[in-house]
Each structure stands twice: as C-alpha cells, then as structure tokens.
C-alpha cells in the first residue's frame, strides 16, 4: 500500500496560473520533503518541514511556498508558474530530520507550463 | 558546497552482465552515503546505504562500499536482470555541510536487455 501519495500525479497550466500539489502520507513521520526535479538533473531540494517547523532553502525561489496544515498533508502552492517550473515534483518523508537516513517518496507530481 | 556526481547514462546491459555505477562526492563534514533507485512508473526507493568509511552497504544483490580515500560509493551488481531495469541516484546526508538533507546525483538509467 502507498505510504506516500500525492495528487495530481500530472498537472498541466497555464504560465501565471496558479497551481497547487498534494501530498499525504500514513507513515507519522515527523519530516515532509518537497524536492524539483528537472529533466535529466538531480532531485533539487526546496523546502522541508520538521512538524510545523518549516525550512526555506535559500535558493528556493518567492514563487514557491508550502504549508502543512496537519501531520499528513503537505501542500506545495507555486504562484505563478513559469515556463522554468515545468518539472517533477517529489514528495517525501522521513521519520527525523538531520542526517536524514531513508526517506519516502511519493511517485511525483509532473507539472508541465504552457 | 556538497555534492554528487555519478557516470553519465543511459547504460544499456545484456541480462547476466556485470554492472558498476560510479559515484563520487564532495562533503564538508562526514557524510552518510546513500543509493536510490526509480523503476519505471514508481516513486525513488531506498536501495542501500552506509553511514561511515570502509562500510558495505548492500541489497538484493547490489553493493556499494563507503571509500572515504576516493570520496566514492561505487554501485555494483555482479550479474544483472532485466527487473533491474531503472534510474539509479546517488546521494549523501552531510550534517555539517546540508544539514542532513539529501544531495542528489544527477541519477543514471539503466536497461537490462534480455
């Protein structure tokens, strides 16, 4: 059974449109991961929360942002999606933060901008 | 800062063929080393991991030792099968250096012919 599942697992928008994905998650891990991977790069982390304690990475850009309204849920809001945001978008979580052992993914949101 | 970087791929294996990934690092502090792997479809799952030089982390055939002189955590298997067919990410867990957040690699895909 999924432990990590997030919605839509495929988002197509407009640029400028605003766009929000979902994640959920049945493990009662403390830590919730939203990663950007591009084509052909490397999963790019963007931000994480430790319960409600939530960590910007510094070059996250304004456009981007997150809340987490319970234990389950973690939500990723782009404001205004660029041509630039079209990308895989990766949900995860780990049971602690800090040298972060395993984590678990949802299968992705793959979000394309026209 | 850190970072990964792992071969280019795609590589493409006969079924039995012996495979090795290459994995090198850049870390500021003391790293845990991780691989993951995405099969077609699927969310990245944790394959193996070791947390301090010289250990061998291993699963379902696959091995990877913690070479702290090389900076390196090669990926090896001796004899493939057309299941393991999927992209393969490196990564690191640095406490000094992200925070314990994971650094990716760029990932290489794998295809195992029959």
């Known amino acids: 059974d999924a432990m990590v599942i997030q919605n839509p697992r495929y988002q197509v928008t407009q640029f400028g449109k605003p766009v929000t994905l979902s994640c959920s998650q049945t493990l009662n891990h403390n830590v919730m991961y939203w990663y950007q991977q591009k084509s052909s790069q490397a999963p790019k982390l963007l931000f994480h929360y430790y319960d409600k304690d939530f960590n910007n990475e510094a070059d996250t850009p304004d456009n981007f942002q997150s809340r987490r309204p319970n234990t389950s849920f973690c939500f990723l809001d782009i404001r205004s999606p660029g041509l630039g945001d079209t990308a895989m978008y990766l949900c995860?979580?780990?049971?602690?933060?800090?040298?972060?052992?395993?984590?678990?993914f949802g299968e992705g949101s793959r979000l394309t901008v026209l | 800062g850190d970072s990964v970087t792992q071969m280019e791929g795609p590589v493409t294996l006969s079924e039995e063929a012996c495979l090795t990934i290459?994995?090198?690092?850049?870390?500021?502090?003391?790293?845990?080393l991780f691989w993951y792997v995405q099969y077609p479809g699927e969310g990245l799952q944790l394959l193996l991991k070791a947390t301090k030089a010289d250990d061998k982390g291993s699963n379902k055939g696959f091995e990877a030792t913690y070479r702290k002189e090389t900076t390196s955590f090669h990926l090896e298997k001796g004899s493939v099968q057309v299941s393991d067919s999927a992209v393969y990410f490196c990564a690191l867990s640095d406490r000094g250096g992200s925070q314990g957040n994971l650094i990716f690699g760029k990932g290489t895909k794998l295809s195992v012919k029959p």
């Open positions: 290459n994995c090198t690092y850049t870390a500021t502090g003391y790293p845990s």
């Open positions: 995860a979580t780990s049971r602690e933060a800090g040298f972060a052992g395993e984590l678990f």
